[in-house]
């Protein structure tokens, strides 16, 4: 089955301890890309990649790293997390860049992060 | 970057249609128009998305202005599962591959 996977979908942490959420697609996309929501601010792009080793920042970068050193894989790095980290996250892949093609986005189930 | 602008909320009656509004108006000649909607406790979904003509599918329909600084997703005929979060979506003008969502519409549906 075509699909985003995301892991954990639920995290608990505190303050200043590294985290990764994972990130993994099989449908052999090029396009991947982490948002973040937040009640009364809707999806907000985080970080953004066009394919392997390829990434970019989007609207709210900080505090967090990404890499793409696979196709299918893109995970999100919270080198030391903050409370104002806390919220839900969700990963997202398409077959090429969805703004310039047809190429729709597939999310994953989203990952609820509370830093401490 | 490109923006788009939507109202908060609407309401709807079950069974009759909905027309969800959008305002681009710094859209550039090569930006699709995404619409994604989101169900509670779920992850964003595609609905439909065009570039300069109307579009059609099993899900909905894209009435793009002429001018393509507006469009409307219509729901033709709403039901209980059609309420969500309903975003639209354009590319930042800076990068290819930014994309912004804005905070969407919040549909509501009444039996």
């Known amino acids: 089955e075509a699909q985003v996977t995301q892991n954990p979908r639920y995290l608990i942490t505190v303050t200043g301890k590294k985290l990764t959420v994972t990130c993994s697609q099989n449908?052999?996309?090029?396009?991947m890309s982490w948002y973040r929501q937040d009640p009364g601010l809707g999806l907000r792009q985080i970080y953004y990649s066009m394919n392997v080793e390829v990434t970019d920042k989007g609207d709210v970068p900080e505090g967090y790293k990404v890499s793409r050193k696979e196709k299918r894989n893109f995970p999100l790095i919270l080198e030391s997390p903050s409370p104002n980290q806390t919220s839900l996250y969700f990963c997202?892949?398409?077959?090429?860049?969805?703004?310039?093609?047809?190429?729709?986005?597939?999310f994953g189930n989203g990952t609820r992060l509370t830093v401490t | 970057d490109a923006k788009t602008t939507q109202p908060n909320s609407m309401e709807s009656n079950e069974e009759e249609p909905v027309h969800l509004p959008c305002n681009h108006s710094?859209?550039?000649?090569?930006?699709?128009i995404h619409w994604y909607r989101q169900l509670p406790s779920q992850g964003p979904e595609y609905v439909i998305h065009g570039l300069t003509s109307n579009v059609n599918n099993r899900m909905a329909s894209l009435a793009i202005a002429e001018d393509r600084k507006s469009s409307t997703l219509i729901l033709h005929r709403a039901t209980l599962r059609d309420a969500a979060v309903y975003y639209c979506?354009?590319?930042?003008?800076?990068?290819?591959?930014?994309?912004?969502f804005g905070q969407g519409t919040t549909l509501q549906v009444k039996p």
């Open positions: 997202a892949s398409s077959l090429r860049d969805p703004t310039t093609d047809r190429s729709p986005l597939h």
């Open positions: 710094t859209i550039s000649g090569t930006d699709y």
């Open positions: 449908m052999n996309h090029e396009y």
């Open positions: 979506i354009l590319r930042s003008t800076s990068n290819t591959g930014k994309l912004i």
